[in-house]
C-alpha cells in the first residue's frame, strides 16, 4: 500500500497561519513548522516496507502535531474530520512547553493501551480514551463521534478488522457500548470510569 501517492495536502483556505484542512485532507509535512489543532481531529500515521499502516497518535484541539516532533519515516498527518490548524515556525516552539508533555503522555497512554495482551481490555481502553478525549455527553453515556470505522480500529490496535468486529459485538451484546448510525459509539458512563487509565 503506498500511500504517499494518494496525499492531498490541498487545504480548504488558509489566512496566515491560519489554515483550514478538509475531511481526509493530509496536512503538509514541513521539518520547520508544528501544526497546533484549534478545531476537529488528526491522525499521525507511518507504513511499514510492506505497506502495513502503523497508527503512531489520534489529536485533537489544543494538541500539537508536526514532522519536528518524530524520527518515524514516513509519516503523515491524516485530518479524520475537517480540521483548523495555525502553522507555527519551529523558531517559536519555546512557548509550547506544556503542549510537548502533553504529547509525550498521550502517545504513552496509546503504547499502554496497545500494551494489553487480549483485544477486549484493548478496544475498552481505546474506546474509553477516545470518549474522554473526543467524546461528549450523550443520553447514556460518552458519545465518540469520530465515525471511525472496524477499519480504523483495527489500524489503531494493530489488530484486524474481523477481530475488532467479533469484540465491538460482544461489547454491544453486553451492554457496554450501543452503536449510532455512521460509525459512532456510545461507551456508558459507568464503563468510562472502569476501564479508566
Not at 27 to 37: A, E, Q, S
Amino acid at each position: 500500500m503506498t500511500l504517499s501517492a494518494s496525499l492531498s495536502v490541498t487545504p480548504q483556505f488558509k489566512s496566515k497561519n491560519n489554515w483550514s484542512f478538509k475531511r481526509r485532507s493530509f496536512i503538509p509535512l514541513k521539518p520547520d513548522v508544528l501544526w497546533k489543532i484549534e478545531s476537529g481531529v488528526v491522525r499521525t500515521s507511518s507504513w511499514h516496507e510492506d505497506g502495513n499502516l502503523v497508527i503512531l497518535g489520534l489529536w485533537g484541539p489544543g494538541d500539537i502535531v508536526g514532522q519536528a516532533l518524530t524520527r518515524v519515516q514516513p509519516y503523515q498527518m491524516e485530518c479524520l474530520t475537517s480540521v483548523k490548524a495555525i502553522s507555527v515556525p519551529t523558531t517559536d516552539s519555546y512557548q509550547f512547553t506544556e503542549m510537548f508533555l502533553s504529547h509525550i503522555q498521550q502517545l504513552e497512554e496509546l503504547a499502554f493501551i496497545r500494551s494489553h495482551k487480549r483485544i477486549e481490555p484493548m478496544l475498552m481502553s481505546l474506546l474509553t480514551w477516545l470518549a474522554q478525549k473526543f467524546g461528549r455527553v450523550a443520553a447514556t453515556g460518552q458519545l465518540i463521534d469520530l465515525r471511525l470505522t472496524h477499519q480504523e480500529l483495527s489500524e489503531i490496535l494493530g489488530s484486524t478488522r474481523v477481530t475488532i468486529t467479533r469484540a465491538i459485538n460482544q461489547l454491544e451484546q453486553q451492554g457496554v457500548i450501543e452503536r449510532y448510525p455512521l460509525h459512532r459509539i456510545v461507551l456508558r458512563e459507568e464503563e468510562v470510569w472502569h476501564y479508566e487509565i
